[in-house]
T-cell receptor, first 111, second 114 residues
């Protein structure tokens, strides 16, 4: 089965850096997704990691350690618009048709 | 933006009535999904489709049925709505099942069963 753990809430200051952690347990690893979801809106795809290491996309980076069952999303130069929930998700071993989502980390950016 | 729309956006219905939610895409993507999102549970897969008339169950499929008679439309039916089905329902599409393009989600349908 799949199990995903993320902190429920985090607060960070505008302009700072924040790291959102995700630990997972899965019977077969097919990569890990991060999504962003603003309140009252749909989730939007941020990143996908299948190999160990850090992948950078502008102000957002995502890290994966398969041996530790661990990932994090790193947000730099925080902006007020980054206030949102961040969802970690892992596909089932059979393919991408079934994806298990974590409950999400609600990030509040304060001035 | 990817062309995916859900209707209705909001609905209030009575317990015991059937309800159908519609997802329409203009991207010609093969895969379509229905999720529900509830506080404390995150997004949970109800049903998905991997082609016209090809569907399969997700983790919370009891009380729901789906149909896909055309590539662009994926319907979710609550056969007899219950209060436990009050939720936000999201449809999603994806291009492939082998490469991780991620999902594109519709704007959601907020359903209240009274």
């Amino acid at each position: 089965g799949q199990n995903i753990d993320q902190p429920t809430e985090m607060t960070a200051t505008e302009g700072a850096i924040v790291q959102i952690n995700c630990t997972y347990q899965t019977s077969g690893f097919n990569g890990l997704f991060w999504y962003q979801q603003h309140a009252g809106e749909a989730p939007t795809f941020l990143s996908y990691n299948v190999l160990d290491g850090l992948e950078e996309k502008g102000r957002f980076s995502s890290f994966l350690s398969r041996s530790k069952g661990y990932s994090y999303l790193l947000l730099k130069e925080l902006q007020m618009k980054d206030s949102a929930s961040y969802l970690c998700a892992v596909p089932h071993s059979g393919g991408y048709q079934k994806v298990t989502f974590g409950t999400g980390t609600k990030l509040q950016v304060i001035p | 933006d990817a062309g995916i729309t859900q209707s209705p956006r909001h609905k209030v219905t009575e317990t015991g009535t059937p309800v159908t939610l519609r997802c329409h895409q203009t991207e010609n993507h093969r895969y379509m999904y229905w999720y529900r999102q509830d506080p404390g549970h995150g997004l949970r897969l109800i049903h998905y489709s991997y082609g016209v008339k090809d569907t399969d169950k997700g983790e919370v499929s009891d009380g729901y049925s789906v149909s896909r008679s055309k590539t662009e439309d994926f319907l979710l039916t609550l056969e007899s709505a219950t209060s436990s089905q009050t939720s936000v329902y999201f449809c999603a599409i994806s291009e492939s099942d082998r490469e991780a393009y991620g999902y594109t989600f519709g704007s959601g349908t907020r359903l209240t069963v009274v």
